[in-house]
């Protein structure tokens, strides 16, 4: 048995015998490529590369779910997987052959791609042949390198991994137009006064020269605390509704509007004395807003429920917010606010009590 593909040579370097080939795959080919163990993949504990290259199951289950999820429309990009033919491959009118007993194909890059490729075509066979058909032809570039030398073989797999820059997750949300929180989160951008123009869409933090309030990360983060397993599309004018009506309340409410634009120099100065522009109080803002979304309040007495909240002393060196485990006393004795999970939840469970929702673990 063999594989024959359709392949163009590129030149690598300046060598004659620095060749490779530009190809492509069907999701079927790497499906039986795996199942006869034809693809290399290390599985070996005194294999040096094993720990960096183990398969990560969760990793393959989110390729698997975006390659089914995307596939019936074309918006499946994936970058070539890359893998070593040892000796040589055969080439010849225009067609790369592969025998299966004669030639070992070695994965360089891709792997976790390959895997989630059979693990759609796996997923989608238990439901429906015919589109286990359909999707077992849709193609994957590869390029071939030919005869690497394990060392350049391992020298690959280092730069591929290693030179790979992926994009901030702020970007990476400014890019998508699939998730439904990203784009709850792109609407409030647009639409909630107080965020237009306000909010950091490249970089994931806020540096003490960037007068943005927000990133928006932290705005899609809070947006999925509002409405969390959010995957369809079923409804979602009304939640992008919901949300914008909810943090225009909320900024209407505010003493002195905190989240207007402001210079640099009166944002930095902000952020050193006040709560109301850090993340952490944004996705606890995000699980309030949860809180009376679950609570069926209706958009126009959104004001009158958050009201209460004017009343809570915002500066970070108040001790009330150190006693609720949101802030902390640093090194300096100054105050600081960690981002984490914990102090969200004190800072959600505090603001909860601000506006006389009982908390859910009270009702235990």
């Given at each position: 048995?063999?594989?024959?593909?359709?392949?163009?040579?590129?030149?690598?370097?300046?060598?004659?015998?620095?060749?490779?080939?530009?190809?492509?795959?069907?999701?079927?080919?790497?499906?039986?490529?795996?199942d006869?163990?034809?693809?290399?993949?290390?599985?070996?504990?005194?294999?040096?590369?094993?720990?960096?290259?183990?398969?990560?199951?969760?990793?393959?289950?989110?390729?698997?779910?975006?390659?089914?999820?995307?596939?019936?429309?074309?918006?499946?990009?994936?970058?070539?997987?890359?893998?070593?033919?040892?000796?040589?491959?055969?080439?010849?009118?225009?067609?790369?052959f592969?025998?299966?007993?004669?030639?070992?194909?070695?994965?360089?890059?891709?792997?976790?791609?390959?895997?989630?490729?059979?693990?759609?075509?796996?997923?989608?066979?238990?439901?429906?042949?015919?589109?286990?058909?359909?999707?077992?032809?849709?193609?994957?570039?590869?390029?071939?390198?030919?005869?690497?030398?394990?060392?350049?073989?391992?020298?690959?797999?280092?730069?591929?991994?290693?030179?790979?820059?992926?994009?901030?997750?702020?970007?990476?949300?400014?890019?998508?137009?699939?998730?439904?929180?990203?784009?709850?989160?792109?609407?409030?951008?647009?639409?909630?006064?107080?965020?237009q123009n306000?909010?950091?869409?490249?970089?994931?933090?806020?540096?003490?020269?960037?007068?943005?309030?927000?990133?928006?990360?932290?705005?899609v983060?809070?947006?999925?605390?509002?409405?969390?397993?959010?995957?369809?599309?079923?409804?979602?004018?009304?939640?992008?509704?919901?949300?914008?009506?909810?943090?225009?309340?909320?900024?209407?409410?505010?003493?002195?509007?905190?989240?207007?634009v402001?210079?640099?120099?009166?944002?930095?100065?902000?952020?050193?004395?006040?709560?109301?522009?850090?993340?952490?109080?944004?996705?606890?803002?995000?699980?309030?807003?949860r809180?009376?979304?679950?609570?069926?309040?209706?958009?126009?007495?959104?004001?009158?429920?958050?009201?209460?909240?004017?009343?809570?002393?915002?500066?970070k060196?108040?001790?009330?917010?150190?006693?609720?485990?949101?802030?902390?006393?640093?090194?300096?004795?100054?105050?600081?606010?960690?981002?984490?999970?914990?102090?969200?939840?004190?800072?959600?469970?505090?603001?909860?009590?601000?506006?006389?929702?009982?908390?859910?673990?009270?009702?235990?």
């Open positions: 048995m063999e594989l024959i593909v359709q392949g163009v040579p590129v030149k690598r370097g300046t060598s004659d015998k620095q060749v490779s080939y530009v190809a492509s795959m069907t999701f079927g080919d790497i499906a039986r490529l795996l006869g163990n034809y693809l290399y993949v290390p599985n070996q504990p005194d294999l040096p590369d094993l720990a960096q290259r183990k398969l990560n199951p969760a990793r393959i289950k989110a390729i698997a779910m975006y390659i089914l999820e995307n596939y019936h429309n074309g918006t499946i990009f994936f970058p070539p997987i890359c893998i070593n033919i040892q000796p040589a491959p055969i080439y010849k009118d225009e067609r790369i592969l025998p299966y007993q004669s030639v070992a194909m070695r994965l360089t890059d891709g792997q976790h791609r390959c895997f989630g490729i059979r693990e759609a075509l796996i997923e989608i066979n238990r439901e429906d042949a015919m589109k286990f058909t359909i999707l077992s032809q849709i193609e994957v570039g590869v390029l071939f390198y030919s005869a690497l030398s394990l060392e350049d073989e391992r020298q690959a797999f280092r730069d591929q991994n290693l030179l790979v820059q992926r994009p901030s997750v702020s970007l990476a949300h400014y890019f998508d137009r699939r998730s439904p929180a990203v784009l709850i989160a792109k609407e409030l951008m647009e639409r909630v006064p107080q965020f306000n909010v950091e869409q490249i970089e994931n933090g806020l540096s003490p020269h960037n007068p943005k309030l927000i990133t928006l990360s932290t705005l983060t809070a947006t999925k605390y509002t409405f969390p397993n959010l995957k369809g599309m079923t409804d979602l004018d009304l939640k992008i509704n919901w949300a914008v009506n909810f943090w225009q309340a909320l900024a209407s409410i505010l003493p002195n509007d905190p989240w207007q402001k210079s640099k120099e009166e944002r930095c100065q902000q952020r050193q004395e006040s709560l109301l522009v850090s993340a952490v109080v944004f996705q606890a803002l995000g699980m309030l807003a809180d009376l979304y679950l609570e069926n309040v209706p958009e126009q007495e959104l004001v009158k429920w958050l009201t209460r909240l004017q009343e809570i002393n915002w500066l060196d108040n001790e009330f917010w150190r006693e609720r485990g949101v802030t902390q006393v640093g090194a300096t004795r100054e105050p600081i606010i960690s981002n984490t999970k914990t102090t969200v939840s004190a800072c959600h469970k505090t603001l909860q009590e601000s506006i006389g929702i009982l908390p859910i673990d009270s009702l235990v």
